[in-house]
């Protein structure tokens, strides 16, 4: 199995003993963005020279910048059912808590979604508890194509990430074949025991079965999988390199490692209390953990959710993450009970805002927001994704499309305000574009969504 306990402990009691030129020398390595191995991240997550620490934060930023621009993709979470068998300790829809539970039929999906598209929503993460005969695959199914045939006014999701519970080949070959954009799934922890503890008797409570989900989804024909640990359950130092080992896993095996990671933490939810959890990350720690991910996996799209608050948000977007959601439920039929006020969430949430809002902080601090889908459409996804964006060639199609998201957005959901921030940003933006033929092309493109065309990205 590639998480071996006694490696990763082993790895972590040795990495503490690197010296001081060694921890240079891998931070110059770093300097490089082409990655870092496992054995040179579990050094640095033992640094706690400020001035070690400093040099991290900077070069993340560097990373950050070189590779991702100042472009932030936005998505939202929408959760379908939760009814669940399973018993994790830290959530909200354990079987233990007793609560009127729903899932939503097509029509209410259609509400939730139209309320999305009106929020100017592209993605959408889609997320269910685990029950074979309350949410069977069929119905997650159906799900799906609902989702992507609702379309109000010139609204439409044109991907959607599935957030479900491990399954079989079989069900991951249907859910490719109704073009899912990533597979999305937390390993919550890579330490077994530990995972064993917070999943009492459960399907969920099967530690290789959960761990060997991306392989049989990649069987099935899933190239973009996205990882994830649920930070507070266990030390971060061993989640991190559990991830990093996960990572070269699929990379080995399939060609292609972790499309995205993201760093939830635990938050309060009913039925639980955060005292119950030792392994609590702190601001600090968070902040780290961002930044060697993005030192370790520089390709990697780094996803953050409204779990955190604004300042942290804003904060850690600087040293990596790429993808927020914003102005999220995570409650089944949230959307539609939030606008009557009364929605039951599966954890608590820190960033209240609109997506409007979001997006216009994300301007005010030099980013530009994009709901942009076109890689996942145009075929480029695994490892063919991964060739383009290591060559540094995506550039030259992100930047664009991220403007032309940016603009459909102003046309079609912005105020007066949005508008003027967004035609700022975007004219900086296209006078930096150096390739002539690329810039003619967004030129053309801004002004035939300005007379009404949609959906155009190269
Ligand atoms: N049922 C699917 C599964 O088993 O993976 C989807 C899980 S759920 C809809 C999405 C994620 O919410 C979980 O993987 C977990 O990491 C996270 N979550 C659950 N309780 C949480 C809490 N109290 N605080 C923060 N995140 C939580």
Known sequence: MFINHDYIENL???????????IDSILDKADLHKGLSHQEIAILLQTEDEKQLKRIFKIAGNIKKSIYGNRIVVFAPLYISNYCVNNCKY????RDNNFSRNRL??????????ILEKMGH??????????????????VLDSIEAIYNTKLDNGAIRRINVNIAATTVENYEKLKAKEIGTYILFQETYHKEIYEDVH???IKGDYEYHLTAFDRAMTGGID????????GLADYKYEVLGLMLHNEHLEKEFGVGFHTISVPRLKK?????????????????????????????????????????????????KYGISQVSAGSCTGVGGYKEHEMGMAKDQFELADHRSPMEVLKSLMKYGYIPSYCTACYRNGRTGDRFMRLAKSGQIQHVCQPNAMMTLMEYALDYGDEEFMDMAEKVIEQEVSNISKQKIKDLLINNLERLRNGERDLFL
């Open 269 to 317: 939810a009913d039925g639980m209390t955060m005292e119950e959890f030792p392994y609590l990350v702190s601001d600090e720690e968070f902040k780290k953990i961002v930044a060697i991910i993005r030192l370790a996996v520089p390709f990697t799209g780094m996803i953050l959710s409204t779990r955190e608050s604004v300042e942290m948000r804003q904060e850690v977007i």
């Open 91 to 94: 959530c909200g829809y354990k």
């Open 200 to 202: 009492p008797k459960s």
């Open 122 to 139: 592209k993605r959408l993460a889609l997320e269910a508890g685990e029950d074979p005969v309350n949410c069977p695959i069929d119905y």
């Open 224 to 231: 973009d999988v996205g990882g994830g640990v649920l930070f």
């Open 105 to 114: 039929s097509m029509k209410q999906i259609q509400e939730e979604v139209r």
């Open 12 to 22: 972590l009691e040795k990495s503490k003993q690197a010296t001081k030129e060694e």
